[in-house]
């Protein structure tokens, strides 16, 4: 029903910027909510941020300020500005789909992509 794929994570120096990017195969306006999460090595996946109906925006307390997640209708793709980074914001970032019109229950993850912060 959905699928969706993340690009952009890197290696970045403290204070440094990324943007990352998670494309879905359908209008992101179609999907209940799209959500940001990420999992650092040793630790729980966490969520990050997310954005319901492409509009809607939530975060964590730890990146309110320095993240922005935003949609593009017109691409299917949903970013992740992350700007000051921190080395503790080191983590595989995945992007995760949280229900859509047809299948509210519907939940579909992504391959995640790496995000290293370190100088």
């Known amino acids: 029903q959905v699928q969706v794929v993340e690009s952009g994570g890197g290696l970045v120096q403290p204070g440094g910027s990324l943007r990352l990017s998670c494309q879905a195969s359908?209008?992101?306006?179609?999907?209940?909510?799209m959500d940001w999460y990420r999992q650092a090595p040793g630790k729980q996946r966490e969520l990050v941020a997310t954005?319901?109906?492409?509009?809607?925006?939530n975060y964590a307390d730890s990146v309110k300020g320095r993240f922005t997640i935003s949609g593009d209708n017109a691409k299917r793709t949903v970013y992740l500005q992350m700007n000051t980074l921190k080395p503790e914001d080191t983590a595989v970032y995945y992007c995760h789909v949280s229900g859509v019109g047809e299948d509210p229950k519907l939940e579909v993850w992504g391959p995640g992509t790496l995000v290293t912060v370190s100088s």
């Open positions: 359908r209008n992101i306006f179609s999907i209940n909510a």
């Open positions: 954005i319901t109906r492409g509009t809607r925006t």
